[in-house]
Nanobody, 121 residues
Framework: QVQLVESGGGLVQPGGSLRLSCVASGSDFRNYAMGWYRQAPEKQRELVAAISSTDSTNYAESVKGRFTISRSISKNMVYLQMNNLKPEDTAVYYC???????????????WGQGTQVTVSN
C-alpha cells in the first residue's frame, strides 16, 4: 500500500522559514518525479515545486528564489525548504509522486494528506 506522509508545517511569522518533509512508502519511486503542491482556501491546488529522478527542478514563479526542493532517492523522501515566507504562502501543502515537472498527471499519481502552513503575525 502506497503512503505519503508530510511533516514540518506550522505557524510562522512573515520572513520566517519552514522545512517540509515527505516520506513515501509502499513502492520504489526512484524513477518518478516528486513534487509539492498547495491549496489555499477557495483556490485551486497549484504546483509549488517539482523535482525529477535526475534532479531537474521546476518552481512556481511566486516561490522562485525563496523555496528549494530536494530529494533523497534512497530514502524515498522529498523536502521543501521555504525561506522568506509571506502571508500569501499560507495553504495546505501536499506531497505528490508521479506527476511530471509541469504538474501533469500520468499513470502514477499519489498524494499525501497535506500539512498546513500558516504565515501570519
Amino acid at each position: 500500500q502506497v503512503q505519503l506522509v508530510e511533516s514540518g508545517g506550522g505557524l510562522v511569522q512573515p520572513g520566517g522559514s519552514l522545512r517540509l518533509s515527505c516520506v513515501a512508502s509502499g513502492s520504489d519511486f526512484r524513477n518518478y518525479a516528486m513534487g509539492w503542491y498547495r491549496q489555499a482556501p477557495e483556490k485551486q491546488r497549484e504546483l509549488v515545486a517539482a523535482i525529477s529522478s535526475t534532479d531537474s527542478t521546476n518552481y512556481a514563479e511566486s516561490v522562485k528564489g525563496r523555496f528549494t526542493i530536494s530529494r533523497s532517492i534512497s530514502k524515498n523522501m522529498v523536502y521543501l525548504q521555504m525561506n522568506n515566507l509571506k502571508p500569501e504562502d499560507t495553504a495546505v501543502y501536499y506531497c505528490n509522486v508521479g506527476r511530471d515537472l509541469t504538474g501533469r498527471a500520468h499513470w502514477v499519481d499519489y498524494w499525501g494528506q497535506g500539512t498546513q502552513v500558516t504565515v501570519s503575525n
